[in-house]
């Protein structure tokens, strides 16, 4: 028995999952997410092992690990109310930025108001075009935004592009289509680009929107660069959340982009951290990411959820959250917190629908009042705390954003932006219907199924 147990040992599936067990043991994790793992390594080792290898990874076992940010010392704008207090304590106890005033924070849903701010930035351009994004689309509106990106470089701007190898297949498959640009002077990059399956990390996505420009100006939000976020003729166009921002707080997005080029190309960027004060907005950027030791965003998020004391109001296509989330919403609700979740009535995968109805009929149950965007796909990431605290970016309400991706979001303390985001969920909430759940046997095995493995789509 001892030979067969020896000799059992040294089957190839056993060699193969013994060493994948072992690190799955040694990383820290739920308990229930670490059973899932060991259960699927096990009894079938070689898919469980290609599984744990493209998905499992979350801040470690990359292909070459992204250096953590840093940012530059800046002086504190310390905020007045409670939850605010607590919320920046804890951003900035994790080694991010702090809050700083002297900032002017605009926003807009319209995508023809988006398109006119960035073809302005463009334009208006002297010295660099920084851009970064998820999806960057070769359809009209990417073509066009290519043309004058290598108009730009030809007038000497330097102007650099990187994309995201996962969210913009299509063009990374299609490189061919960025030779004007480079041929001009400008440069392209892709983020984990996909050049081995073994090698790439396509699970650590970078889902960030950074669009910079002279290092002094920023356009950020939930927009990719694609005719759906930006063109308001066709009809599929898309509600988003899109600022733009000048003033102390743009040297960090500087930094963000800079540290994100560095490890896409291997080259250092100049940033140039004097800030250039505008306005008088109290603003915080908040990035999270593998690049981060702590899921800041995420504990960020959590914090203010449990310190709110009567509203909240979310906005995001993805609700899909992890459990602590989930729980800290229905214990507000309990505190006789308001809260309202605004989602897209349909979102633009199928399985995403499916994946996040038992999150929402559990939050319908749970008291939350929840409103179904009807005019098309609402693709806006936003959070609204007690009008105390304003949270928008990149990051929806998910597992893989809060979690996995490589996002960015800014806290805005000022009453001003925290009512003009209000404003925008209210002319959102007046196209929307409430939600109506549907509840049948076989709709919850579908929606239990899929809600397994949404959180690594």
Known sequence: MMFDLVYGLFEPDMLLALPVALHVLYHRRPTQTLIIWLLLVMLMPWVGALLYLLFASRKVFARRPKPLLGFPSATIRHPGQPLQQQVHKLC?????????????????????????????????????????????????????????????????????????AFGSMRAYLHRGAFSELIEAGGEVAFFQPLGSLFKSRINLRNHRKIYLFDQHRIIAGGINLGAEYLDPDIAET?????FRLQGAVVPMYAQIFAADWHYATGRALDVDNAPLLQGSQVVQVIPSGPDLEQDSLREALLCAIHQASSEIHMMTPYFIPDQLVLEAVMMAVKRGVRVR??????????????????????????????????????????????????????????????????????LCYDERTISDLLALFDALDAASSGF??????????????????????
Not at 98 to 103: E, R
Not at 113 to 118: F, H, I, P
Not at 238 to 242: E, I, K, L, P, S
């Open 436 to 457: 109506v759940p549907i509840d049948s046997e076989w709709r919850r095995f579908r929606e239990n199924l899929v809600r397994i493995i949404t959180p690594a789509l």
């Open 238 to 242: 898309w509600a988003d959340m899109t």
């Open 92 to 164: 900035v106890s994790n080694g991010l930025p702090p809050a700083l005033g002297g900032n002017n924070l605009e926003l807009t849903i319209e995508p023809a108001m988006a398109r006119s701010w960035l073809l302005q930035a463009i334009e208006q351009a002297r010295s660099s075009i920084h851009l970064e994004t998820y999806i960057f689309r070769l359809d009209a509106t990417g073509k066009e935004l290519l043309g004058l990106l290598a108009e730009k470089a030809r007038q000497g701007v330097r102007v650099r592009l990187l994309i995201d």
């Open 341 to 410: 979740l605004l989602t897209p009535e349909k979102t633009d995968h199928l399985i995403f629908d499916w994946g996040r109805a038992p999150y929402m009929r559990e939050l319908a149950e749970a008291g939350v009042e929840i409103r179904c965007f009807s005019q098309g796909m609402l693709h806006a990431k936003a959070v609204v705390f007690d009008r105390a605290l304003a949270m928008m970016g990149s990051a929806n309400l998910d597992y893989r954003s809060l979690l996995i991706n490589y996002e960015v979001v800014t």
